[in-house]
């Protein structure tokens, strides 16, 4: 089976992820054995697992001609109860060699062997290895307030930093090339109406000016701010 255009997708996904929501290339960093089970280690367990029972069951319920399968290595013992220790060894030298599984494997229908009954998450490598490349597509669910705020601040964070760079261009065509844009009929008022309130319902068709250096900066600097404004369905200006 030919693997590269679904590599090369993924790959293309990544690169747009922001290093502050998640760094790729950061070595990963080993985990350690937990001294005891937070409350909050608990609930957000538990908030998982009925995020992954209810997608299963949503899939496995539907007349679509999928079915849903447990794949993701989990385990119901916490810290200091017999036998965690050597799972949670066993996970990290998981993580190590094959990466993180996803929570849920979806299959074709006609794939799926009963023998497997929705659950294959402790099935050996060995018999993983024939069964996996059968799957369509990988699922990993969360249902975890902290990577809420965490997704959520980092949002704001980089929403903030395109506002700043939208204002900022602003200024520098007002002040360094006004003189050009008052020779384009609309264009001063385009810019002078760009303010933190209308950022979200402006656009423009971007000019192609180029008979001169400073109005090719000009153009330069108005595709760079066509291409931080956020989507808009407002008419084209």
Not at 201 to 213: A, L
Request: proline letters at 3%; hydrophobic letters at 35%; a negative charge.
């Amino acid at each position: 089976m030919n693997n590269e255009p679904y590599l090369s997708e993924i790959n293309q996904i990544i690169s747009n992820i922001s290093d502050s929501l998640i760094d790729f290339n950061a070595p990963r960093e080993k985990g350690r054995l937990p001294t005891q089970a937070s409350s909050e280690f608990i609930t957000n367990r538990e908030q998982g697992d009925w995020a992954e029972d209810l997608i299963l069951r949503a899939i496995n319920d539907s007349n679509l001609n999928f079915c849903a399968v447990k794949y993701g290595k989990s385990e119901k013992r916490v810290t200091g109860e017999e036998g965690f220790e050597d799972f949670f060894m066993e996970y990290q030298f998981e993580l190590d060699t094959i990466g993180k599984r996803p929570d849920i494997l979806i299959f074709d229908r006609k794939n799926y062997n009963a023998d497997w009954n929705y659950d294959i998450s402790n099935f050996s490598l060995s018999e993983l290895t024939n069964i996996v490349p059968l799957a369509k597509v990988g699922v990993e669910i969360r249902s975890s307030s902290f990577l809420y705020d965490t997704y959520s601040a980092t949002q704001e964070r980089e929403a903030q930093g395109r506002v700043d760079r939208i204002l900022a261009i602003k200024n520098q065509l007002l002040t360094e090339y006004g003189d050009i844009l008052l020779g384009k009929v609309g264009w001063i008022k385009i810019i002078e109406d760009i303010s933190i309130e209308t950022i979200s319902i402006v656009n423009f068709r971007c000019p192609s000016w180029s008979s001169t250096s400073r109005m090719k900066e000009v153009t330069d600097l108005l595709k760079e701010l066509k291409k931080i404004f956020p989507p808009t369905k407002k008419g084209i200006i």
